[in-house]
């Protein structure tokens, strides 16, 4: 059973900085592409950010305008989001995923293709 914890979120005022962490477990790790996604509620979930599971390969949704970055470290198990000059319309509840995989350089951005979901967590910004 794979497990996917999210943890980081809180309040923060516009500008701001945040780093969002995911640990995934009970699989090898580094055999993991990894997502973050977020919603707001009423809406639908959306694409963040996605990484290979060899670190190597990412890719963003267009709208963040280069203002987060994600990374991996295999060692520790732990996917990573850092976002920066944040805005009021980052607030949301930021999930992670995690879907097992052969290739090490596959990136999945779309959300159905994901088996392994954390529990979210919310990152509000203040104007």
């Known amino acids: 059973q794979v497990q996917v914890l999210e943890s980081g979120g809180g309040l923060v005022q516009a500008g701001g900085s945040l780093r969002l962490s995911c640990v995934a477990s009970?699989?090898?790790?580094?055999?993991?592409?990894m997502g973050w996604f977020r919603q707001v509620s009423g809406k639908e979930r959306e694409f963040v950010a996605a990484?290979?599971?060899?670190?190597?390969?990412?890719y963003y949704a267009d709208s963040l305008e280069g203002r987060f970055t994600i990374s991996r470290d295999n060692a520790k198990n732990t996917v990573y989001l850092d976002m920066n000059s944040l805005k009021p319309e980052d607030t949301a509840v930021y999930y992670c995923?995690?879907?097992?995989?052969?290739?090490?350089?596959?990136?999945?951005?779309?959300?159905?293709?994901?088996?392994?979901w954390g529990q979210g967590t919310q990152v509000t910004v203040s104007s």
């Open positions: 995923a995690a879907q097992p995989l052969v290739t090490p350089s596959v990136v999945i951005t779309t959300s159905s293709e994901y088996d392994h």
């Open positions: 009970g699989r090898t790790f580094g055999g993991y592409a």
């Open positions: 990484i290979s599971w060899s670190g190597d390969y990412t």
